[in-house]
């Protein structure tokens, strides 16, 4: 299902920036975090309270098709607040590049959750960095492609 309606871009402008170029090139451009290789993926989802169209940039961990979205905000003390969004709706749509999917997403805990974070920090090292600068347990969730 497309997420449609107003969308309000992010206040962080080097986050509304990359969201910009990533959707404006069609998924050519913009789809690394700054500074580095390392590639993204666009998430849109709509918000708790407003159901505005909000669209977050987050690092590219994937395994069979699914992916994972890592609550990290550089390891500061709150979680960022698309975490409490997608527990409220849990549709998505998942730019990678190119393609685009809709997807739901489901918080992981346990097992299931600590297989998916050694994969979170094998494609993006500074997760671990990132745990050890909070006491909150970083929030994860898988997206599935919606069936
Ligand atoms: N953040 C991560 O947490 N993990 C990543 O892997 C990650 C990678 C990444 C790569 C590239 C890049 O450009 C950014 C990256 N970020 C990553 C940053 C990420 O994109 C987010 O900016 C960051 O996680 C902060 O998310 P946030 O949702 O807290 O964003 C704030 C700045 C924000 O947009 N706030 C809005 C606002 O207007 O203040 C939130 C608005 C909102 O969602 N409101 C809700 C609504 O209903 O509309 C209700 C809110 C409520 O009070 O319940």
Redesign the pocket.
Known sequence: MAIDGEY?P???S??RD?VEAYEGSGGRQGTT??DTELP?VIVTN???????V?K????RVEHDGSYL??????GAPQN???V??LRANPDVELQDGQDKWSMTARELTGEERGLWWERAVAA?PP?AEYQKKTTRLIPVFVLEKTQ
């Not at 709509?46 to 505005?52: F, M, N």
């Not at 979205?69 to 550089?74: E, I, Q, W």
């Open positions: 309000v992010s206040p962080a080097w986050v990359q975090l700054r993204v709509r918000g708790a309270k407003t159901g505005a909000r977050t940039p987050l690092m979205a890592v609550g990290s905000k550089g960022p607040v698309w409490y969004n993006f997760y």
